[in-house]
């Protein structure tokens, strides 16, 4: 559609006619100023009539409020790509995770289950984010790589299954593999959440080797460690309280998150667990909503044009005169 940047100075139309209604001394005054064709403006009835020519200078004056008025073709919305983050989430699926130590309304679950269900929501909520999953155990397998495409994610996160990776827990590989993925892409935002219940105790590589080459990547990790601490277990001899998550190797995790820049976080239960996830919406917001940006093309120069014809033309006619 055809817009005016400015369109208050189009008031200014009349202004010629609002001077020629002026008293005359005032108007003698305005023109002495030099200022041809506004001083052939205030010519008589007669002299106007023996001088048509003179209307030129109207259209003049038209043209140039026309062109300093900024007349522009307004096109339609054009939406802006939106810049997220690439987010990877790996997920500890060894032996361990197996470990009934979390609840879901009021139930017991394993470990898994409840990182399934906190971890699901936190994938749906990531619009505008690329996410991609890496399952771990002894070996750490890429599921999704980075993808848009979060129902996905989300199905395969749900398909996991204990032991699937085998038996042990291979951090630094999980990292490893992460670090190769994020060299793939190009963007200044990636993210890695590692969740495991345990320590390194497979793969071939050290967690902190991985950390240290996942922070000249610009990857930053966040560490999420997972279990209760006191579980009461049922024995020959009666109950007693056990420490489920006695092989947590939280100085690791808290180390991996310092070299990255990132952070490391505690989750003793499915309620802390989610609270986490909200954290990292807050410390990791989403991309902002979809914005548009409309093209604009400057007209000005086609009222310019037709006012410095007018006013060539003026002056040839004046010159037959």
Do not use: C
């Not at 890429?142 to 032991?163: C, M, N, S």
């Amino acid at each position: 559609m055809y817009s005016f940047a400015w369109p208050l100075l189009l008031f200014l139309l009349p202004l010629p006619f609002l001077i020629r209604l002026l008293p005359r001394v005032k108007q003698a005054s305005i023109t002495t100023l030099d200022v041809p064709f506004l001083k052939n403006m205030f010519t008589s009835e007669q002299q106007k009539n023996k001088h048509p020519w003179r209307w030129l200078n109207l259209l003049l004056w038209l043209f140039l409020l026309l062109a300093v008025s900024r007349p522009q073709w307004v096109g339609e919305p054009i939406p802006l790509p939106i810049e997220g983050r690439d987010l990877m989430l790996a997920i500890d699926i060894s032996g361990s995770m197996e470990q009934k130590d979390m609840q879901i309304g009021g139930q017991p679950v394993d470990r898994l289950t409840a990182v399934k269900k906190v971890a699901g929501e936190f994938i749906e909520r990531r619009t505008g984010d690329r996410i991609g999953l890496i399952l771990f155990g002894e070996n750490a397998y890429l599921q999704t790589p980075l993808t848009f495409d979060r129902k996905t994610v989300q199905t395969l996160l749900y398909e996991a299954a204990i032991g699937l990776a085998g038996k042990s827990t291979a951090i630094g590989d999980s990292i490893g593999l992460a670090v190769k993925k994020a060299r793939e892409v190009e963007n200044n935002n990636r993210i890695l959440i590692v969740l495991t219940d345990g320590q390194n105790t497979a793969g071939a590589i050290e967690p902190l080797k991985a950390a240290e080459l996942a922070r000249e990547e610009g990857l930053k990790i966040y560490t999420i460690g997972v279990g209760a601490d006191e579980l009461v277990s049922n024995g020959f001899f009666g109950q007693r309280l056990i420490n489920p998550s006695a092989d947590l190797d939280e100085a690791t995790l808290k180390r991996i998150a310092k070299i990255t820049e990132g952070q490391y976080f505690r989750a003793r239960n499915s309620k802390e667990l989610e609270q986490i996830y909200q954290m990292l919406d807050e410390l990791e917001p989403l991309a902002e909503d979809e914005q548009f940006f409309r093209p604009t093309d400057e007209l000005f120069y086609w009222p310019l044009l037709a006012a410095l014809l007018a006013l060539m033309a003026s002056m040839w006619i004046r010159r037959l005169d």
